[in-house]
T-cell receptor
Framework: GIQVEQSPPDLILQEGANSTLRCNFS?????LQWFHQNPWGQLINLFY???GTKQNGRLSATTVATERYSLLYISSSQTTDSGVYFC????????????FGQGTTLQVKP | ETGVTQSPTHLIKTRGQQVTLRCSSQ?????VSWYQQALGQGPQFIFQ???????GRGNFPPRFSGLQFPNYSSELNVNALELDDSALYLC??????????FGPGTRLTVL
C-alpha cells in the first residue's frame, strides 16, 4: 500500500520563526490533507490540497503531485502552533481511506 | 468546530468486555470513517460506511464492527476487548470523495 513519510519528526522553534514541514508519499493520490492535532486529540483541518498551492493566514501548503510530495509552511510561528502536524493521503483507486504519516511534533517556545 | 460529535469522551473497560462508540456526522455528509490512534502514532483506518453500507476496511479483526444509520450517524463496536485496544478512536465525516472532518474522539482505556 501507499507509504507516507513526514519530516522532520520533531521541531523546536522560537516564537516568530518560520518553518517547513515535508510529506513524501509513494504513489499517486486522490486526496491529501494536512491536519494539526491539538493537545486534547482534536484533528483540525488545515488544508485539502491534492495538488497546487493554498494559503490561509500564516499557513500555506504546496503539493507537487508529479513528484509525490507536499510542504506545509508556517510563518511567524506562535506558541499556539505547538502540537502534532499530520499529512494524510487517499491513494488513487481508493475512496476515503486516509493513510496518515507519523507526524511532525512542533514546539514553539516563547 | 467541525460539526462532528462523538460520545462518550472517555471510557474505561476491562479486558474481555464489549464497547460501543458513537459518532454523529456533519449535516449533509453521507460517509463516516473510523480511525484508531495509539499513543505516539498516526491514526489507522478501521473502516468506512457510505449510505449505510461498509465501503472499505483496514487491517482490523472482525471483532471490530460498525453500523451506519439512515441519518448517517454511526457506531463502532468492539468485542472481546484487549489491552492493545486502548487508544483514541476518531470518526470523520465527509461526502464520499471530499475533505474528511474529524470529531473530538473517544479515549478508550482497557484495564
Amino acid at each position: 500500500g501507499i507509504q507516507v513519510e513526514q519530516s522532520p519528526p520533531d521541531l523546536i522553534l522560537q516564537e516568530g520563526a518560520n518553518s517547513t514541514l515535508r510529506c513524501n508519499f509513494s504513489d499517486s493520490v486522490n486526496n491529501l490533507q494536512w491536519f494539526h492535532q491539538n493537545p486534547w486529540g482534536q484533528l483540525i483541518n488545515l488544508f485539502y490540497i491534492p495538488s497546487g498551492t493554498k494559503q490561509n493566514g500564516r499557513l500555506s501548503a504546496t503539493t507537487v503531485a508529479t513528484e509525490r510530495y507536499s510542504l506545509l509552511y508556517i510563518s511567524s510561528s506562535q506558541t499556539t502552533d505547538s502540537g502534532v502536524y499530520f499529512c494524510a493521503v487517499v491513494g488513487s483507486g481508493n475512496t476515503g481511506k486516509l493513510i496518515f504519516g507519523q507526524g511532525t511534533t512542533l514546539q514553539v517556545k516563547p | 468546530e467541525t460539526g462532528v460529535t462523538q460520545s462518550p469522551t472517555h471510557l474505561i473497560k476491562t479486558r474481555g468486555q464489549q464497547v460501543t462508540l458513537r459518532c454523529s456526522s456533519q449535516s449533509g455528509h453521507n460517509t463516516v470513517s473510523w480511525y484508531q490512534q495509539a499513543l505516539g502514532q498516526g491514526p489507522q483506518f478501521i473502516f468506512q460506511y457510505y449510505r449505510e453500507e461498509e465501503n472499505g476496511r483496514g487491517n482490523f479483526p472482525p471483532r471490530f464492527s460498525g453500523l451506519q444509520f439512515p441519518n448517517y450517524s454511526s457506531e463502532l463496536n468492539v468485542n472481546a476487548l484487549e489491552l492493545d485496544d486502548s487508544a483514541l478512536y476518531l470518526c470523520a465525516s465527509s461526502s464520499i470523495v471530499d475533505t474528511q472532518y474529524f470529531g473530538p474522539g473517544t479515549r478508550l482505556t482497557v484495564l
